[in-house]
């Protein structure tokens, strides 16, 4: 029985990953680099340390991928604290909102850092929903490996397989599966793996579709 939802952040609930392309290709090119949005793909929903890797291989050795890194997210953060946009994807509220009322916990896990999820959810009005928040600062191990999802479980005093997770990206799916949970992918940039084909327990375009199947997923 289910107890407890896990909500991912960026591009499940929000449409952020637009924001964050945007400011990786402006930080790239005030070094005279093109940063694709192949690359950008590549660099979803994975630890920063590889995602550098993947940056290097790209823009050739000697690059300054650090730079980038932390010039993209001065521009993140230039652009929400100068009343940037926050758009919900569609269906967002609407799925954490279904899930409260049915009197479950939830939870979110985000890769993201705190003071990003606290200003998303304040600034959409989605935090009241939300019984905790876990992001990359509470653990040592990012998605995929399911560290996250386990420290979440455990501050809702719930066993990881009474757990439904949802999750946008190859990583996070991996990482919620890895953790007993039942999960629900909403691919947006990368496509499903053959190990989340096989292990997922949905697969939705978007989280529109959740509302209809909502006793199947809980029981």
Not at 136 to 147: F, H, I, N, S
Request: proline share 5%; with cysteine.
């Amino acid at each position: 029985m289910i107890t407890c939802v896990l909500f991912d952040m960026d591009g499940l609930l929000f449409n952020t990953e637009l924001i964050y392309f945007e400011c990786y290709q402006k930080a790239a090119a005030e070094m005279g680099l093109t940063f694709s949005f192949e690359l950008f793909a590549q660099c979803v929903g994975i630890p920063r340390e590889e995602a550098n890797k993947f940056m290097l291989q790209y823009f050739g050795p000697g690059t300054d991928t650090t730079h980038i890194e932390r010039r993209t997210y001065q521009l993140v953060e230039h652009y929400l604290q100068t009343g940037g946009d926050v758009p919900l994807m569609p269906g967002a509220q609407e799925a954490v909102e279904l899930f409260y009322r049915r009197r479950l916990k939830v939870g979110l896990c985000s890769s993201n850092i705190r003071k990003w999820a606290e200003f998303y959810l304040d600034k959409t009005d989605l935090r009241r929903y939300f019984a905790t928040l876990t992001t990359c600062e509470d653990v040592t191990r990012l998605k995929p490996d399911p560290e996250i999802y386990l420290k979440s479980a455990s501050l809702l005093q719930a066993d990881p397989a009474q757990c439904l997770a949802f999750e946008d990206s190859v990583a996070g799916a991996t990482a919620a599966i890895r953790a007993g949970m039942r999960t629900c992918m909403v691919p947006q940039i990368k496509q499903p793996d053959s190990f989340i084909r096989e292990h997922a327990f949905k697969i939705y375009n978007s989280l529109l579709q959740v509302p209809a199947d909502v006793e199947e997923l809980l029981s």
